[in-house]
């Protein structure tokens, strides 16, 4: 089982970035994929979710900024993020839950995301 997140980089604060989390070693369609972050010295945060179904929800701090999409065909998720803003510089990462679940079963490595004034 393997979630390699990727896409990560050194960015002005009001550019853009697109992440990807590709899936490998489960049934990608049955599960609810999600992004996470963390900044150093704070806990992890949740950032956006996306369902078996195609159904989203985004974090209060990024609504309207940053939108969760899926690709079944290539087990990947994506993170475009836009209106980047300091307060945005973290690691991410992406993990994946069963639908119906509550835990989340599978991690992957995380990516930086770091955002300059």
């Known amino acids: 089982v393997q979630l390699q997140a990727s896409g990560g980089g050194l960015v002005q604060a009001g550019k853009s970035l697109r992440l990807s989390c590709v899936a490998s070693?489960?049934?990608?369609?049955?599960?609810?994929i999600a992004w996470f972050r963390q900044a150093p010295g704070k806990e992890r945060e949740f950032v956006a979710s996306i369902s078996r179904g195609g159904s989203t929800y985004h974090g209060d701090s990024v609504k309207g900024r940053f939108t969760i999409s899926r690709d079944n065909a290539k087990n990947t998720v994506y993170l475009q993020m836009n209106s980047l803003k300091p307060e945005d510089t973290a690691v991410y990462y992406c993990?994946?839950?069963?639908?119906?679940?509550?835990?989340?079963?599978?991690w992957g490595q995380g990516t930086q995301v770091t955002v300059s004034s």
């Open positions: 070693g489960f049934v990608f369609d049955d599960y609810t």
């Open positions: 993990a994946a839950r069963l639908s119906g679940s509550s835990r989340w079963d599978y």
